[in-house]
T-cell receptor
């Protein structure tokens, strides 16, 4: 298994500001993913973070709104830019360890935009 | 495209009752199937998984069998406890594209009463 740490765990943000969420894994992983879970909803994949290349975004998500960095095989960041109340969600980092097909999740970053 | 359909909740049971949460899927390849659980105020935890047809995943008294003929992966538990109250997500990962991206169902909230 993989141990995933996310920061911050919770935050209350002002409308129009940006917040960067960090994801640290205790082992090297090829694939890191960022998901969003809006209140009372299921999880939706935002993007796949690839080390050494641009992130791959899913339909409905764009780099200007959700810029992602992946500087090495154990770390990634997701920035939520120019936040509005609609961005109030749980943002979850997940990883797919090499050689396995199990996806593990961090505990999530709970963002409230006011 | 790939999709997961779960029974709608909430499901309300008395302690020690039998639980079934239905999950069916549509996939073009040969998916791996997962059940994740989200306890109140917490992130997502892997509950069990199955990677090929007829596999049975099990954990903490929960079981689910990968049924290719009915494209189903129903979650069952013989005797639920109050501590099982949570939201349960069925998910698939299409191994055919090697991306490990997860597609989630809408989630089913389980409430167990003493």
């Amino acid at each position: 298994s993989a141990v995933i740490s996310q920061k911050p765990s919770r935050d209350i943000c002002q409308r129009g500001t940006s917040l960067t969420i960090q994801c640290q894994v205790d082992s090297q992983v090829t694939m890191m993913f960022w998901y969003r879970q809006q209140p009372g909803q299921s999880l939706t994949l935002i993007a796949t973070a690839n080390q050494g290349s641009e992130a791959t975004y899913e339909s409905g998500f764009v780099i200007d709104k959700f810029p992602i960095s992946r500087p090495n095989l154990t770390f990634s960041t997701l920035t939520v830019s120019n936040m509005s109340p609609e961005d109030s969600s749980i943002y979850l980092c997940s990883v797919g360890p090499p050689g396995g097909n199990t996806i593990y999740f961090g505990e999530g970053s709970w963002l409230t935009v006011v | 495209g790939n999709s997961v359909t779960q029974m709608e909740g909430p499901v309300t049971l008395s302690e020690e009752a039998f639980l079934t949460i239905n999950c069916t899927y549509t996939a073009t390849g040969y998916p791996s199937l997962f059940w994740y659980v989200q306890y109140p105020g917490e992130g997502l935890q892997l509950l069990l998984k199955a990677t090929k047809a007829d596999d049975k995943g099990s954990n903490k008294g929960f079981e689910a069998t990968y049924r290719k003929e009915t494209t189903s992966f129903h979650l069952e538990k013989g005797s639920v406890q109050v501590s099982d109250s949570a939201v349960y997500f069925c998910a698939l990962s299409d191994r055919g594209d090697s991306s490990y991206k997860l597609i989630f169902g809408s989630g089913t909230r389980l409430l167990v009463r003493p």
